[in-house]
């Protein structure tokens, strides 16, 4: 049986007042703990790092985490790239 990846919509990351984090078009939450939260887009890997973080409410049909924390410090992107076929593809980048 072969696995369709679902699209999770559009991304969109809104935060209020370095507290509350609301983030849509999530595919996959990679980890969390306090300090960390790592899940996945379309876009790519996004982490996210702070105190005190918790996740209050996801939505997996639509996409959807909402998270908040003591204070959050840093969003930061890490691109989807395809791999490129093994050592040619390495030789003609």
């Known amino acids: 049986m072969v696995e369709e990846k679902k699209k999770a919509g559009p991304h969109n990351v809104v935060m209020e007042d370095r507290k509350r984090l609301t983030v849509t078009g999530v595919t996959e ?3 969390f703990d306090e300090q960390t939260v790592v ?5 790519g890997e996004l982490a996210i790092r702070g105190e005190g973080l918790h996740i209050n409410r996801i939505d997996v049909d639509a996409g959807e985490l909402n998270l908040e924390g003591v204070r959050i410090d840093a969003l930061s992107y ?9 050592i040619w593809g390495k030789l003609f980048r």
Request: proline share 6%.
């Open 78 to 86: 890490a691109d989807n790239l395809p791999s490129r076929g093994g």
């Open 29 to 31: 939450i990679d980890s």
């Open 39 to 43: 899940l996945f887009c379309d876009t």
